[in-house]
């Protein structure tokens, strides 16, 4: 069983930039692939981004070129470094491992980006 916390969302203005992390808990974080997700009211869940063990990334149509991310794995840390922020960013957004698991979504964090 995997716990995930994330943390590092906030009110920001449009075209400023957010750090999200996510703590993972369990001793084979280095060998999972990660992913960022984000989930608007009313709107169905979406995939944002994520990352192998070995580091490849692959990110959405939407975010591409904006966002960015990475990994710890000393640290068992995913980061999602998020620039250029658009009020359409604005979203709860989520870790989870790729392929997502059900059990793994935690509280998230909320994302506001105004115009």
């Known amino acids: 069983q995997v716990q995930l916390v994330e943390s590092g969302g906030g009110l920001v203005q449009a075209g400023g930039s957010l750090r999200l992390s996510c703590a993972a808990s369990?001793?084979?974080?280095?060998?999972?692939?990660m992913g960022w997700y984000r989930q608007a009211p009313g709107m169905k869940r979406e995939w944002v981004a994520s990352i192998t063990s070995g580091g490849r990334t692959s990110y959405a149509d939407s975010v591409k070129g904006r966002f960015t991310i990475s990994r710890a794995n000393a640290q068992n840390t995913v980061y999602l470094q998020m620039n250029s922020l658009k009020p359409e960013d604005t979203s709860v957004y989520y870790c989870?491992?790729?392929?997502?698991?059900?059990?793994?979504w935690g509280q998230g964090t909320q994302v506001t980006v105004s115009s």
């Open positions: 989870n491992v790729v392929p997502t698991r059900n059990g793994y």
């Open positions: 369990g001793s084979s974080f280095s060998l999972i692939a």
